[in-house]
Structures are given as C-alpha cells and as structure tokens.
T-cell receptor, first 122, second 115 residues
Framework: DARVTQTPRHKVTEMGQEVTMRCQPILGHNTVFWYRQTMMQGLELLAYFRNRAPLDDSGMPKDRFSAEMPDATLATLKIQPSEPRDSAVYFC????????????????????FGQGTRLTVV | AQSVAQPEDQVNVAEGNPLTVKCTYSVSGNPYLFWYVQYPNRGLQFLLKYITGDNLVKGSYGFEAEFNKSQTSFHLKKPSALVSDSALYFCAVREVPTGRRALTFGSGTRLQVQP
C-alpha cells in the first residue's frame, strides 16, 4: 500500500535549535508539497517541488526555513533557528503531475498526504 | 488569485440524516476542486475531485459533491451520515491553467455526527 512517510511524527525542541523534518514521497510521484497546519492559519503551502526542483516556495520564511530534495525519494524541511511560533503540524504530500510546460496545465491530480510531523518549539 | 471558503466551522447532524458541508471558491479561470478529510492525528485523505464532466462527483465512503459554476460552489454531501464520518473536512481548489500550482485549502469544517 503506497503511502507518504514522514519522520519524525513528533518533535519537541528548544527555541534556537535546528529542526529537520523528512518526507519519503510515493514512489513514482514527481511532485512534493510541504504544508503547515495551525489552528489560526489553517493549511498553508510552504513549498512545492517538481522533479526535485523547487517551483514555489513563496509561502516559506526564507530567513529560517529551507526545503530540499537530495534525491527523488527524500524531501527535507529544515528550520534554523527554530522559534515558538513555528509550532505546528507539518505535512508533506506527493502527487503525479501529467503534462509538460511552465504552466503545469495538467496539474489535476490529487495530492497524497503523509501523517505529519507535530513540531513543538518551547 | 485562487481562494476557497468554508463558511461553517462546524456542522452537526444526527446519524442516518443527510449531511452537507459547504464550500465556495474563487478563481479567474476554470477550477479543479477537491475534498479531503482529516481524522484526529492523521494526515489528509483524498475523498473526491471535480476536473471536468458531470457536475455530480462521487467519491470515497459514500460521499459526493456537486459542482455549481453559477454559484461557484462545490458542496460535499452524503445521503445518510455515520458516526464514523465525524472528522475535519477540507475543500481545496486549483485554478486552471494559470493559477497557483499547488492546492489552496479552505479553513476546514468539523463534522460531528451524533448517534
């Protein structure tokens, strides 16, 4: 049963520490999304990769957040230094984009979500 | 810009009764529309999507949704609610073809089905 795997499931860390969250997308999927869920803001898109290249990271605070895909089986989201306001559930999702071109005209597939990493920064 | 609104924070319904969870969207072009469900301490699970074709879309667990272009709505429905349907439901939209690449989610609606 193919699924998106996120680690760790829970992370408690002190303010100022580095946090790395990992995601293994579904094999064969060529798109990866990072979302953050909080009570106040709901689900916010942080970053979006296609074929391992970042296409949209406008929702991500650039000074402390970074997202990478070292290879097709691993996506990472790093926060350095972490702050209490970063406390949230971070979801990774993967999908398969069909079609070509800058406009991504065929991005109509559903995204498959992992179970999330619950981050608490104290 | 694409956006989606879920006007109800919570919907309460008795088991066996029909349920509706409302969603309206705003896009400049044509929309792709999705419904996801989130159970406690879990990620989002895909329920159904509207891409093109019939306005009534059937999805998982007996859910369906009706796309109404004139009202820019995509309400989620089920003829007979189950207690196990109690969860958080998210509507999402993507604008075709020039909108933001990723899905934009609504704020979510908590569905509570009473026995």
């Amino acid at each position: 049963d193919a699924r998106v795997t996120q680690t760790p499931r829970h992370k408690v860390t002190e303010m100022g520490q580095e946090v790395t969250m990992r995601c293994q997308p579904i094999l064969g999927h060529n798109t990866v999304f990072w979302y953050r869920q909080t009570m106040m803001q709901g689900l916010e898109l942080l970053a979006y990769f296609r074929n391992r290249a970042p296409l949209d990271d406008s929702g991500m605070p650039k000074d402390r957040f970074s997202a990478e895909m070292p290879d097709a089986t691993l996506a990472t989201l790093k926060i350095q230094p972490s702050e209490p306001r970063d406390s949230a559930v971070y979801f990774c999702a993967s999908g398969l984009v069909q079609g070509t071109g800058h406009s991504d005209m065929f991005l109509n597939t559903e995204a498959f979500f992992g179970q999330g990493t619950r981050l608490t920064v104290v | 810009a694409q956006s989606v609104a879920q006007p109800e924070d919570q919907v309460n319904v008795a088991e066996g009764n029909p349920l509706t969870v409302k969603c309206t969207y705003s896009v400049s072009g044509n929309p792709y529309l999705f419904w996801y469900v989130q159970y406690p301490n879990r990620g989002l699970q895909f329920l159904l999507k509207y891409i093109t074709g019939d306005n009534l879309v059937k999805g998982s667990y007996g859910f369906e949704a009706e796309f109404n272009k004139s009202q820019t709505s995509f309400h989620l429905k089920k003829p007979s609610a189950l207690v196990s349907d109690s969860a958080l439901y998210f509507c999402a939209v993507r604008e075709v073809p020039t909108g933001r690449r990723a899905l934009t989610f609504g704020s979510g609606t908590r569905l509570q089905v009473q026995p």
